[in-house]
């Protein structure tokens, strides 16, 4: 069965820092995709990053970095220099074909505190 | 605005009443998904439909709850006799064709309140 752990309910940090949100996935599936999502307050889902199994490619975009490594099943999201308005849940999301169509594990959040 | 489009974006009820929560996808998409986001908690799967078909339910209470997605109009969501427990956010989400490359796309919620 699919599973997406975020052990880190919350984390506070002050501004400028660094911080990392871990997320780590169990699946049965060789062709799975990964997704970040940001809920501000304002309670919306905000998409950040979709990556497929077989692309294991750091990437960057701007303050947002993420690191996936299939070894040990984590795809941790890192943001540089925090701001304020990084104050959010972020959810970790995991997508497989079952049964032939798509289905969506979302873990259950890690709400990031940005002090300024 | 060509994206998901939930309504309303809040709803009040008071116990034992029904709670209708609208859906409407991206255009081009016949594939709808439910998801309830209790309190301080993640998203759960609810309900995954076709164009007239429900393909899974398997994340739905089997009592008070349904959805349908008829050939023409939005997805509807419907709880029936709601309860304090049934109070949450239940996003919505489309893609084109269910397929594990495609994306869901989210609506910004409903945030149902049972008084």
């Known amino acids: 069965a699919q599973k997406v752990t975020q052990a880190q309910t919350e984390i506070s940090v002050v501004e400028k820092e660094d911080v990392t949100l871990d997320c780590v996935y169990e699946?049965?599936?060789?062709?799975?995709?990964l997704f970040w999502y940001k809920q501000p307050p304002s309670g919306e889902l905000v998409f950040l990053i979709r990556?497929?199994?077989?692309?294991?490619q750091n990437e960057i975009s701007g303050r947002y970095s993420w690191n996936f490594q299939k070894s040990t099943s984590s795809f941790n999201f890192t943001i540089t220099a925090s701001q304020v308005v990084d104050s959010a849940v972020y959810f970790c999301?995991?997508?497989?074909?079952?049964?032939?169509?798509?289905?969506?594990?979302f873990g259950t959040g890690t709400k990031l505190q940005v002090i300024p | 605005n060509a994206g998901v489009m939930q309504n309303p974006r809040h709803l009040v009820r008071r116990r034992g009443q029904e709670a209708r929560l609208r859906c409407s996808p991206m255009?081009?998409?016949?594939?709808v998904y439910w998801y309830r986001q209790l309190p301080e908690e993640g998203l759960k799967f609810m309900v995954y439909?076709?164009?007239?078909?429900?393909?899974?339910e398997s994340g739905m209470p089997k009592e008070r709850f349904s959805a349908e997605f008829p050939k023409e109009g939005p997805s509807i969501l419907r709880i029936q006799q709601v309860v304090r427990g049934d109070s949450a956010a239940y996003f919505c989400?489309?893609?084109?064709?269910?397929?594990?490359?495609?994306?869901?796309?989210f609506g910004d919620g409903t945030r149902l309140s049972i008084l």
């Open positions: 989400a489309s893609s084109p064709e269910g397929r594990v490359n495609q994306p869901q796309h």
């Open positions: 990556r497929n199994s077989f692309d294991e």
């Open positions: 255009k081009g998409h016949s594939h």
């Open positions: 999301a995991l997508s497989e074909a079952l049964g032939g169509y798509q289905k969506v594990t």
């Open positions: 439909l076709q164009k007239e078909n429900i393909i899974d």
């Open positions: 699946t049965r599936d060789t062709t799975y995709y």
